[in-house]
């Protein structure tokens, strides 16, 4: 037991990092360079070796605390920056040698050090590569020894050009990990904000989570959400920018969200206040870029969503599909919310309806009110069916004397009647166009 436990404790110290062997047997090949009487300006090359041996006992440290060793993306910037400054002193260091090509341990050094800064990378690497070649020059021209001009215009040809191609490859490389990598904390961002807003069931404080979620996803500074009323779009919740414009509305077809919901699909604009059919309030709040998407419910688009920014910085194809995956967990959350509030409801109806001691018209009338605040209905009839003859008991949203007379069951009542179950139209004035009812009359009014 204890045997293990002990080997246990050694493997800790054991280096983890394949760059911290490789900076070892740097180390030590330098040492048996120098131990055997090769060329070399002995101050700088201790210099380069001190920096390097501090940088590899740093970076064994970490690893030890840290149980792993880290990643390149993650090395500490004085590692690089040190290691950089150590190849520029070898490179110096290595004057007395005619043959030397210590400038290919710069560039070595330099991908590491452009693949963790970047374009910083690339200018801390060319410079490591001039200062340590000109201290390297002026210390062959004291020793008499000047390397020929073509030699040196050659090799800084062959340094340039492999600047070029590394900082390149490394950066698309790099410019490549971080999309993934943004990519990966947007899908956990989704997860948990489809977790939280899953939890909540009152409609109020979850189209305020969406709204707040949308915000901090995209990294915008304005959300809101719009819910159809009748002919009209209702910005009904908004975060950031978007709580001064609660309450505003306007026709189905105008804005950004008229485009959402004629193509059904998300639709950003680079520059909304140039556009001509910006909704003014919104315009002046200082919005200019903005996307829009539709939360959609069982094939219905029931809200839209809407997230902008106070600077010209557009929502490219991930913002976009980022807001789509919310767009998706918020329309699950809103149908399970609105089920939860439609059963509170009922059931609130249920017990008024069993305890009501009126007439029936008025019960009814009562009922239909209900079902039209429920279901965010513009039209509700309610009918007593006897025989072929049907007698309206309760209305709302009509206004049409007509409408109210006994007479035959309108197209849909029919259908309802013969089916003995529920019928769903998505446009009963289309679809009934040729049946000559005063419900069709209705529904082309309204």
């Known amino acids: 037991m204890s045997a293990s436990y002990a080997l246990r404790t050694a493997s800790r110290y054991v280096p983890r990092d394949a760059l911290l062997f490789g900076r070892l047997l740097a180390f030590a090949g330098a040492v048996v360079w120098l131990t055997l009487g090769g060329p070399a300006v002995l101050g700088l090359a201790i210099g380069s070796l001190g920096s390097l041996l501090l940088t590899s006992v740093l970076i064994w440290r970490d690893d030890v605390r840290r149980g792993h060793a880290a990643s390149l993306s993650d090395a500490p910037t004085y590692v690089v920056v040190g290691d950089l400054g150590a190849a520029m002193l070898w490179m110096a260091a290595s004057a007395p040698n005619e043959r030397s090509f210590a400038f290919v341990v710069v560039l070595a050094v330099g991908a590491l050090a452009m693949f963790r800064l970047g374009r910083l990378g690339v200018t801390l690497t060319a410079g490591a590569y001039v200062g340590g070649r000109v ?231 009562h009922v239909a009110a209900e079902i039209s605040a429920a279901y965010d209905a513009g039209v509700v009839t309610i009918s007593r069916v006897i025989g072929d003859q049907a007698r309206p008991l309760a209305q709302v949203g009509v206004e049409d004397d007509a409408s109210m007379r006994t007479g035959p069951p309108g197209p849909l009542a029919r259908q309802v009647i013969a089916r003995r179950e529920a019928v769903v139209l998505r446009d009963y004035g289309t679809a009934m166009a040729r049946e000559s009812h005063p419900s069709v009359a209705v529904a082309d009014r309204v």
């Open 135 to 365: 201290i390297q020059e002026i210390i062959r021209l004291s020793l008499g020894i000047a390397t020929p001009v073509q030699h040196v215009i050659a090799e800084v040809v062959v340094v340039g050009l492999v600047l070029i191609i590394l900082s390149a490859t490394v950066g698309h490389y790099r410019s490549e990990q971080q999309r993934g990598s943004r990519a990966l904390r947007r899908a956990r961002s989704l997860e948990r904000i489809a977790n939280e807003i899953g939890e909540v069931t009152d409609l109020a404080p979850l189209l305020k989570g969406i709204v707040t979620s949308a915000l901090a996803l995209l990294d915008a500074d304005h959300a809101t959400i719009r819910q159809r009323r009748g002919e009209e779009y209702w910005i009904v919740a908004g975060a950031g920018t978007g709580e001064r414009v609660v309450g505003i509305h306007s026709p189905r077809g105008h804005g950004i969200v008229g485009a959402v919901v004629e193509r059904r699909a998300a639709v950003a604009s680079d520059d909304y206040a140039k556009s001509d059919a910006a909704i003014p309030a919104i315009r002046d709040l200082g919005i200019r870029s903005i996307v829009g998407v539709p939360i959609v419910v069982q094939g219905e688009i029931v809200a839209t969503l809407t997230v902008g920014r106070l600077e010209v910085r557009p929502f490219d194809a991930e913002d976009q599909r980022a807001l789509e995956g919310l767009a998706s967990h918020a329309a699950i959350a809103l149908r399970n919310a609105r089920l939860l509030e439609l059963s509170r409801r009922l059931e609130a109806l249920s017990r008024d309806v069993a305890t009501e001691t009126g007439v029936l018209d008025a019960v009814m009338r």
